[in-house]
């Protein structure tokens, strides 16, 4: 089945970069379209980026852009988020997202913690 796993999250300063990593399996990863997604209580899930299957096609929310990068390793089946400039508004959980045979799949997410 789809499995999607991310890693990563930590408890950071302002200005800090960090790096997040979801491992997926159950599906064919180096045609899937990626997505990387953010949530925080009472709010709507926030699409952050997305990448083809091929980097060909990259996008950004307009909250991350300049900031953010999507990246991905089809021979490790593994899609990354590199954040720098990190701000307390970037403080959410974050979950990789993928759609296979038109049904949407998202991991258990990681916590981002921006705080001085």
């Known amino acids: 089945q789809v499995q999607l796993v991310e890693s990563g999250g930590d408890l950071v300063q302002p200005g800090a970069s960090l790096r997040l990593s979801c491992a997926t399996s159950g599906f064919t990863f180096s045609s899937a379209t990626m997505n990387w997604y953010r949530q925080t209580p009472g709010k709507e899930r926030e699409l952050v980026a997305t990448?083809?299957?091929?980097?060909?096609?990259?996008n950004y929310g307009d909250a991350v852009k300049g900031r953010f990068t999507i990246s991905r390793d089809n021979a490790k089946n593994t899609v990354y988020l590199q954040m720098n400039s990190l701000t307390p508004e970037d403080t959410a959980v974050y979950s990789c997202g993928v759609r296979v045979n038109l049904k949407d799949y998202w991991g258990q997410g990681t916590q981002v913690t921006v705080s001085s």
């Open positions: 990448i083809t299957a091929l980097g060909t096609y990259i």
